[in-house]
């Protein structure tokens, strides 16, 4: 069986990791910050000094870090992934980035005789608990071929996306549409509460018809309650949509949704509500039409 | 048992008005173009020579007409549903009309002793025809609850909203919520497309994570294979755009997704998609982007 | 000289019925609210008790009234315009109206055999007083040039825009141009001053290039000081944009700027400034960026 | 007298490098296409082969150069500035460059014993012919006060702005209302041509009120007669709105007039109208509306 290394031991990560133990495969780890990787250590993990070390002990690599800056540190910087790295290792890089960094890496595992898949994942914490993810892959389809039984282990579907890059892009135009169905659901809820609806009947009206969405049954609830716990943080929302938006800039694609929800969540970033679940984006709302979401009527 | 007239046998009302003879009502029908009800009499309806004289002889005249012009015709024209309205009547419109005129209409009602609930429903030609559309229904609860019947002989949920007026001014911010869906699905799509990420991997992903939603449900595959032929067209979606404008003009709710969509209809209809599926509005987009968004990957 | 009668004595209405009676012009007026009238008594004016009573007096009456409604009960409410207004008379409102009112009402006035001029203004209250207003007028040129010389007595222009609705749309179409600017110069503003760039350095930046405006010779030293005594308030600045937004849906011209625009003022409007300058649209501005668009670098 | 080394001789930099050499300047000129200086050669120019051969033999060095990309290669790049500057030097860069890279030059300078500013100019050909720019300036006030002399020979006007990446930061935020101004401009123009109003009248009435602009100066006469002869390309405003995109979102200020502003102009340069002058954004809402914005009235 194949020796696995993740490197990222955040929420998401965490639950990845012990996936795959549970699915017996040997895991060396590592996480910049110490203590995170206990309850791995219990499930069986080894957890290893430096992404260098890692990179020099295993088969595959998976990575789940926060932004690009920090994925280049893990990868290129002191004691990084292309240190240590043997050939003939596949990286994956299941992190949402943008298709720029995707390629670099790739052209830089490919000079040492090693792969890359760019493969983000769609699904939160608790699908990353529950092995439920959705991978989207860029990359050599004969190497993503030998590891979709690793990614499988942690999720429910993979979907080759093409070449490298092609993982990203399919992230950041998903993420995007994400972002505008959540700002659209404040929208409307934020004209039925002004109108005097009740915002549970208008909620269950949304589920209930054309309007409905995977948005709206997660931020629905949260948006009638007030309740901001994060699912998914306004400022990972923030940073994906600049990252779409740069990437469909380049690409030479209008976007004036993109654009006029990236606005809204730098609106909601603007009022100290970064941290909170992406859906306090209708406190925004709330604050322009003097009225909470979860308006009874 | 009730006696139910019918106005307006386009699409969505010959549908509802079958499912009403199928569920045993006696059902008196009227169409201003003349020959649509033949399949109605061929269920037992009987056809009636003006919206006065359907007004005249039934319990609950229901009323599913285009816009809020037409409507008026029916109700305050000559031979029109007030002329020879009786009392105790409970009118019952299921169009998407302003929340304004829906006012009007309830005081009109009122003045004459009879009723009327604005019921406007989600869920398109299908849905009429199958008898699983929502009714979502401004007006007095009593009057509703006298009514529930034969809405649920056309429908599968009834979601009382409030006042007169609060029925269209939840279909309207329902409808908010679809259009702006809608544009989002096309320019994700348009987004990966131009990433050179195949269409139906992308449409895949949608449903799978984040972005699915009812709207990718339906126009997923239609934006795929450019069939625009019609579940709801682009110009009633603009219409209803505009009426939402209007009424959070009226509300004084700041919409900026709302705006930007609509402009996205106005450039499809001035395209000429007007009588095509809303979905044409990815059009635009494949005109920006000199690429289909069902592109091949 | 012909007899002129002037309805609406605010803040304009009042400077150019001044200048009507300076420059020899019998003047009789009318204003709902009694008591604004005194000033114009001492330069000669007559007060008379009812638009009515105006109309049946006078060559020409002009009009300069705040809203739709307003105008619509001076023109066509008990004691109105209609109900005095002998044959021959013209009707000059100088109001920015809707270009649907301004035809109904050159139609009244065609029944009547009188004739109606819709001739907004551009030019605030400065204007007003030193009579150089600039006239746009929709209506019968020959019409418009007999009363020319009253124009004139009050402006320093007058441009003849087509049929009756013209000047209404002209209007509109140039508020909404000074809309624009006005939020452009706020948002560059809003740029430069998170960047630590001297708001006054940066003004001046704007007026010796080619981002100089009108609006940013008006505007940019209130923005830099905070002083947004009124000019031009921000609720009928809101008020055009939405005339302004259901001409431009009627005319099926996609608007995506207009729209945008009337967003933020909404926004601004929401945060109570309303009554203030339209330039205190960047106070939302400086909210969402912490900092004073008149920032010291 | 400060020999002054120019670097770029385009449409810009022919004619500020010409305005040098009038005003008594020895100047030395460096192009990477040859034959662009031969009539500076004839005003007493001296050619030199490389940007390095330029930076070592003079005391300061303009550069004028399209893009981010360019400006590395003839800083940074082989026989590149910093190959062959001498210490002492300032280096001056007039062209539109992002902050971050304006930054990074000055760190540059500064470990080589030389100084930079950042020197970016609002005028276009006629005003570098001229000799009436206007420069806004980010760097050391010193070092601005010792070339002061040389940048009002071919300027009138000096706005020091800040720190290095001021001048940046100053020119982005003005291009960005540029760029707004002239789609409202045209926006405006297409609602009062979609209501058939004469263009010539209305651009007259835009220039004769609150609308009017440096920008409704430059372009209406080109939006009214279809003549989009280049003063600014449409893909170089274009670049500059990408530029102010990603500055904004660094500094995290919501700017929704940008963002919709950039789509149009994307719109604009998906028709192919990228080369054109930027004014040709305007052919978008001519295909929408279906009839020219010098529409006769």
Redesign the interface.
């Known amino acids: 069986m194949k020796k696995v290394g993740f490197i990222g031991l955040g929420v998401m990560g965490l639950g990845m990791a012990a996936n795959l133990l549970r699915k017996g495969f040997e895991v060396a780890v590592y996480n910049r910050t110490a203590g995170k990787a206990d309850s791995l250590l219990a499930l069986g993990a080894t957890e290893l000094g430096s992404p260098s070390a890692v990179a020099g002990s295993v088969d595959v690599v998976i990575t789940m870090i926060s932004n690009d800056s920090a994925i280049r540190e893990v990868y290129f910087g002191e004691n990084g992934i292309f240190e240590g790295i043997r050939s003939g290792v596949t990286l994956i890089d299941s992190s949402t980035i943008s ?1 720029t960094l995707a390629k670099e890496l790739a052209a830089e595992a490919e000079a040492r005789s090693a792969a890359f898949l760019d493969a983000p994942v ?3 914490k608790p699908a990353a608990v529950d092995g439920t993810l ?1 991978f ?1 892959v860029g990359g050599n389809a004969d190497r993503l071929g030998e590891v979709e039984d690793i990614l499988l282990a942690m999720g429910r ?1 993979v ?5 490298n ?2 993982g990203s ?2 992230k ?7 972002g ?2 959540v ?3 404040a ?6 509460a ?5 915002g549970h ?2 909620v ?3 589920q ?9 049954e ?1 931020k629905g609830p949260k948006l009638l309650e007030g309740n901001y716990d994060v699912q ?1 943080s306004l400022e990972l929302m923030l940073k994906d949509l ?1 990252l ?6 380049s ?14 969540f ?2 909601g ?2 009022m100290g509500l970064g941290a909170l679940d992406m859906s306090s984006v209708g406190q925004a ?1 709330e ?4 009225r909470k979401l979860g308006h009874k ?1």
Chains 1, 2, 3, 4 share one sequence.
């Open positions: 298709p769609t699904g939160s959705v989207m579907k979907i080759p996306m093409g070449p890059g092609s892009i399919a950041l135009a998903h993420n995007t549409i994400v505008i169905n700002v659209a659901l929208e409307g809820m934020a004209i039925a002004s109108g005097g609806i009740d009947a208008f269950e009206l949304v209930s018809g054309g309007a409905a969405s995977r948005a709206a997660m998914f600049r779409s938006s740069v990437l469909s800039d690409l030479n694609v209008p976007t004036p949704l993109l654009e006029a929800s990236k606005s809204l730098q609106v970033d603007a709302y604050q322009w039409i003097g009527g």
